[in-house]
């Protein structure tokens, strides 16, 4: 049986190692986290198939049919699909682990654990919403007949980065919303106004021909477009990548990570003062 010693900034030292340590912990927090998030509903798993479902008809009906927006070669439904679903999870996981500490103050007031579990747990919850939504991109490409290419091996990497993306936020609300209480009231909006700014609805190959590269690259500012556009070309098959782009978004995710981290174990000492 390990031996827990409990030392003088030893969290400060062997905090990397503490969270390898408490892996099983995480994976409790996760699972329990994932047990309790639809109980006592009536359809349960289904909500996580059925929001989405829901975003992408209206907004296929919505900006495919009415406003007739390109859709880089592919039904327009399949294009929002790949841009939907990306968008659940970040946003999923970006709400659910910004109140993950306020959620469990009475575990972080008695117990010593690396407290960076409790965000961490909550994005594993977001990204099993987000493999069983899979379910509706499945149906739309067999519904419209589209094939998948060699591209869709890519899907994992993507996912990978989606991920990255979502902890570097995450961790900054997190960190956040444990000082500053508004931040429960701040997190919904920045979400809801993600949602419009981020090309879930449209192609950024759209904004490319309507204001040129520099609207491309103003576009990809947001760290989850390069994730939504890493989805559409491994998803589409036609879809082409700017990687321009892309790589701007991908640093930014990365940049964003790293400033989440500094900032929630700059904070992290104080959580169980003031939470």
């Known amino acids: 049986m390990s031996k827990l010693v409990i030392e003088a900034e030893r969290a400060s030292q062997q905090y990397w190692a503490d969270l390898w340590r408490y ?3 995480f994976g409790f927090l996760a699972w329990r986290d994932i047990l309790v998030r639809y109980k006592q509903t009536v359809i349960g798993v ?11 008809l209206i907004g296929a009906g919505i900006f495919g049919t009415l406003a007739k927006l390109p859709s880089d070669g592919v039904p327009y439904a399949i294009m929002v699909c790949a841009g939907t679903l990306p968008w659940f999870f970040f946003s999923s996981a970006l709400s659910e682990s910004a109140g993950s500490l306020v959620g469990n103050a009475n575990l972080i007031s008695k117990v010593y654990f690396p407290r960076m579990i409790l965000p961490a747990s909550a994005v594993v919850v977001a990204f099993v919403d987000f493999a069983i939504s899979m379910v509706i991109l499945a149906g739309l490409m067999i ?10 091996c890519a899907l994992p990497l993507f ?8 902890m570097g936020p995450g961790l900054l609300f997190t960190a956040l919303n444990v000082k500053y209480r508004d931040f429960r009231y701040i997190i919904p909006f920045v979400v809801q106004f993600g949602q419009f700014v981020s090309p879930v609805f449209y192609s950024t190959s759209a904004i490319q021909e309507r204001f040129g590269d520099a609207g491309r690259i103003i576009l990809s500012i947001n760290p989850i477009v390069g994730v939504i556009d890493g989805f559409r070309w491994a998803i ?25 981290i500094k900032y929630f174990r700059h904070t992290e000492r104080t959580f169980a003062d003031v939470i």
């Open 143 to 152: 519904w419209y007949g589209l094939m998948p290419t060699w591209r869709l």
């Open 23 to 25: 892996r099983e912990l």
């Open 159 to 166: 996912t990978a980065l989606a991920f990255v993306t979502a």
């Open 46 to 56: 289904a909500w996580a198939v059925i929001r989405p479902l829901l975003t992408i």
């Open 236 to 260: 589409c098959g036609t879809t082409e990548m700017h990687w321009g782009s892309f790589a701007l978004s991908s640093v930014l995710s990365l940049v964003f990570l790293v400033v989440g």
